[in-house]
């Protein structure tokens, strides 16, 4: 077979959470809780599915989603979105990039992407035929220079994804980066996909800003989120995308073939979460700002150093004071010698720096937390 994706393997997530298994190390790679979601989302997944509610959703969600989806946008950022004509539920975020990209993106065209990014944009650019161009951002703070974007813009650019507040460095934009951005994509007339899976995790009192927020930025882009973030069911693949009635349209063309609809049961069940519970989506910054906190505070008297955090619930260490190993060598180490699994970070480079820095994942119980610790700060 001819690969379409001959540079592709198995992602790291697999890879490292699979050694994890296997070594019995703690797993603070791949980014899910390991503890539980409200006992109302868990109750009522179940109820809804024992009420009989098992069969295809309507395409683009369940209106009861769909309005609540609406009434947080509006809630979080003042902006009126149409339930019926701008949201989609989708199978994840994953499968909400995948088709925003797909319904956008021809053969030819250049896509700009920031390195260290998300691993699943560019094997869905390159499957349409179009190049990811890569913009590198640099340690500590991982700040985008919009003037070396404004240079990368050539007259095949269609689509600028960015990814605020940003997995795996914990960047999270300001202000300025979102105006510039905006002025940027409207003034070479690109596209824009905003993946704001961790929105609701911001820390330190920043204001929690989005694509929402700027009208004519969000005219011109897919908006994406996560309810597996949200809520802490990662496994339950539900998320969703916001975008302007006509890319709404194409957008839906595509995902009624790639899945038709999405979870029926959680659809229900995060609708009844939303409107019973909006303090839990409040309250998300709080919580996992306590939990950064807290592992921060355990590993001060370790070898790591952490690099600054303002989101997300992804922690980065640079190890440079412990080892030379590079770093898929010394997240392979980490793993099987002292038991406590991490990502390493070059795998999100199209060129990787010579950095010795790993991703931790601090979503999880503050005992889990307190093991991890206690390992790491005897290396
Ligand atoms: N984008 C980013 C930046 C992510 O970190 C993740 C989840 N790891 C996703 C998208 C995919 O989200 P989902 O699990 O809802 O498909
Ligand atoms: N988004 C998660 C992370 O960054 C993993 C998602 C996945 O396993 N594909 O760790």
Redesign the pocket.
């Known amino acids: 077979l001819h690969s379409k994706l001959p540079k592709v393997g198995t992602t790291i997530f697999s890879q490292i959470s699979q050694l994890a298994a296997r070594h019995q190390a703690i797993n603070l790679s791949q980014?899910f809780p390991d503890f539980p979601a409200d006992a109302l989302l868990l109750d009522k997944l179940a109820e809804y599915s024992r009420q009989g509610l098992n069969q295809y959703a309507p395409m683009p969600g369940i209106a009861e989603l769909r309005e609540q989806i609406a009434m947080l946008i509006q809630r979080c950022y003042q902006r009126d979105v149409s339930a019926e004509l701008d949201v989609t539920v989708t199978s994840?975020?994953?499968?909400a990039?995948f088709v925003a990209i797909s319904a956008v993106v021809q053969a030819g065209d250049e896509v700009i992407v920031f390195d260290p990014a998300?691993d699943?944009y560019e094997p869905a650019i390159n499957l349409c035929g179009a190049t990811a161009v890569h913009i590198a951002l640099q340690a500590p703070g991982y700040r985008i220079d919009w003037q070396q974007v404004a240079k990368s813009i050539t007259a095949r650019t269609k689509l600028i994804i960015v990814?605020s507040p940003h997995?795996p460095t914990g960047m999270v934009f300001s202000q300025a980066d979102w105006l510039a951005l905006q002025q940027l994509v409207l003034q070479h007339n690109l596209y824009c996909i905003s993946?704001e899976?961790?929105e609701h995790m911001v820390f330190d009192g920043a204001a929690q800003l989005s694509a929402h927020c700027l009208p004519e930025l969000a005219q011109r882009s897919f908006i994406?989120s996560?309810f597996?973030?949200t809520f802490h069911v990662?496994g339950w693949?539900?998320?969703y995308c916001v975008a302007p009635a006509a890319l709404t349209a194409e957008f839906r063309k595509l995902h009624q073939y790639v899945t038709f609809s999405s979870f029926t049961p959680a659809q229900y069940a995060v609708a009844a979460m939303l409107k019973q519970r909006p303090q839990q989506v409040v309250g998300l910054g709080a919580f996992y700002q306590r939990k950064r906190d807290s592992f921060a505070g355990l590993l001060q008297h370790s070898r790591f150093k952490l690099l600054p955090c303002q989101g997300t619930y992804f922690l980065l260490a640079d190890y440079s004071a412990i080892s030379d190993m590079d770093d898929v060598q010394f997240c392979q180490w980490l793993t099987t010698e002292h038991k406590v699994a991490a990502i390493p970070l070059s795998v999100f480079y199209q060129s990787p720096p010579n950095a010795r820095i790993i991703r931790f994942c601090f979503a999880k119980q503050d005992s889990t937390l307190q093991a991890a610790a206690e390992l790491l700060c005897q290396i």
């Open positions: 980014g994840g975020a994953t499968e990039l998300y699943s990814n997995n993946d899976v961790y994406v996560s597996g973030k990662t693949k539900l998320g």
